[in-house]
């Protein structure tokens, strides 16, 4: 009977959790993972690698990043998930309107909201957790 109940209490949580994505974007590839969890995915993205020029099409990385919100929160939930898209500067530098266009792709790719960051090192799993536990 308890096993029960605990396993129908987790679930409830989880239908009202709101989880944190953590997404690095590398020139070819984006790197995430769910704060808290230890499961990394990677993904190639070959529409990132055109440095040339500024980027003008965001369909491909749409729908990059719909696959990867879609499989690191999976399943039905009241609350979509937030996502924090990282570029680090001495891998990928954005302009500042691919970093706007970024933002709104990422929302439209299933992300409740996105924040964007361009520190210079990787952010700690310390400072993820205090963002998440902000929300």
């Not at 009202?16 to 994505?21: G, Y």
Request: with cysteine.
């Amino acid at each position: 009977m308890r096993r029960g109940l605990t396993q129908v209490l987790e679930r409830t949580v989880q239908l009202f959790s709101r989880p944190l994505i953590y997404i690095k974007v590398f020139p070819d590839h984006f790197e995430a993972r769910v704060v808290g969890e230890g499961r990394t995915i990677r993904r190639d993205c070959h529409a990132l690698d055109n440095r040339r020029a500024e980027l003008k099409d965001f369909s491909r990385i749409r729908e990059v990043l719909r696959g990867i919100v879609s499989e690191l929160a999976p399943g039905f939930r009241f609350r979509r998930p937030v996502g924090l898209m990282h570029f680090l500067p001495d891998q990928y530098v954005p302009t500042q309107s691919e970093l706007e266009t970024f933002k709104k792709t990422a929302e439209r790719a299933g992300v409740s909201f996105c924040w964007l960051s361009k520190w210079e090192t990787p952010h700690t799993d310390r400072e993820l957790q205090s963002i998440r536990g902000a929300l």
